[in-house]
């Protein structure tokens, strides 16, 4: 029974592409991979990732959006946790568990067939 919850390494390189657009967005990422069950304000996650509020803002506005964020809102103060939404929540917890180093490792190889991507379609190989 506990299979269905497990994520190959093929469908987290799906989410990471989808999600590896923006260095904050994929920082949010991580970051709420390594604290999913806290709330944080918008100043203190760009404290957290070393970003500019106009940073943060887009990352979180976009995340909101897919529904892999959710606010809260605490006496006039918006905070932000990772979704309670299960099914969003694994890919970013999978991720997270995998370390920093290995997510790394994920985005290089993904670059690294953009590259042989764009060169085979420039230099009409296939």
Not at 14 to 43: M, Y
Not at 83 to 109: C, I, S
């Amino acid at each position: 029974m506990g299979a269905p919850n497990i994520l190959n390494e093929q469908s987290l390189y799906r989410f990471l592409e989808e999600h590896r657009d923006n260095r904050v967005k994929r920082g949010l990422l991580f970051f709420w991979g390594s604290h999913p069950n806290a709330k944080f304000a918008r100043n203190a996650i760009g404290y957290a990732l070393d970003s500019s509020k106009l940073e943060v803002d887009k990352a979180l506005r976009v995340l909101v959006e897919v529904g892999l964020v959710d606010t809260h809102i605490l006496n006039g103060v918006t905070f932000y946790s990772l979704t309670t939404n299960n099914e969003k929540r694994r890919p970013v917890l999978a991720l997270a568990a995998l370390g920093w180093d290995q997510w790394q490792l994920m985005l290089k190889r993904m670059e690294e067939k953009d590259k042989l991507t764009k060169y085979q379609h420039v230099s009409g190989g296939s």
